[in-house]
């Protein structure tokens, strides 16, 4: 990553941005967490460094940021989450518990971008995200006696009319055995 002094220009078209101590402290944050946080999860652990800092300010910087390409955005809920890794990865993302963990395989990200040439496809940035269960969810949902087809990996539960119909075909698991 690239390191950020304050009073840095960042330029955007012809205008001029400073790149201020709070903004540049927000972006440490941002590179130095594995944790994809929420605006309030950024503006509490700036408070330390910054206690007259407002959450409106973090708020506007972290918008500041990620329309000029210094960190990326992803909307989970209704809660916006930062990430400051701008470079092409995996995100797995936990639809029970919204954790998101980043997936570094370079092999994979570049097997999507040549998929993604074959078939004529100019991206211009790879934000890839896998959607499933992580380890801890599944267990809880196991323990709470959910199953699971093998199939999609969905719960049972969530299975809509037209797959209840695969369903049949499909083993499940239940505690932590398949049954037909």
């Keep these: ?4 002094k304050a009073k840095k220009v960042i330029p955007r078209k012809q205008k001029k941005y400073r790149l201020t101590k709070q903004r540049a402290a927000i972006l440490k944050y941002l590179q130095g967490v ?3 946080p929420s605006a309030q999860s950024v503006f509490k652990a700036l408070l330390k460094s910054f206690p ?3 959450f409106g300010t973090v708020y506007r910087n ?3 940021l990620q329309e000029h390409g210094y960190c990326k955005e992803f909307v989970l809920g209704k809660v916006s989450r930062f990430d400051g890794r701008v470079d092409s990865h995996i ?3 936990c ?3 919204l954790s998101i ?3 570094d395989d370079k092999k994979s990200v570049i097997q999507l971008k040549k998929l993604a040439r074959r078939e004529r496809f100019h991206y211009h940035f790879g934000n890839f995200e896998i959607h499933g269960f992580c380890a801890a969810c599944m267990k809880k949902m196991i323990a709470q006696g959910d199953i699971f ?5 969905d719960p049972l539960h969530q299975l809509t009319k037209q797959e209840e119909k695969v369903r049949q075909e499909c083993l499940f698991l239940k505690e932590g055995e398949y049954i037909k």
């Design 1 to 4: 990553m690239a390191k950020v």
């Design 34 to 36: 594995k944790t994809h």
């Design 52 to 54: 007259q800092i407002s």
């Design 62 to 64: 972290l918008n500041f």
């Design 91 to 93: 995100h797995l993302i």
């Design 95 to 97: 639809d029970q518990c």
């Design 101 to 103: 963990v980043d997936l």
């Design 149 to 153: 087809c093998e199939a999609c990996g």
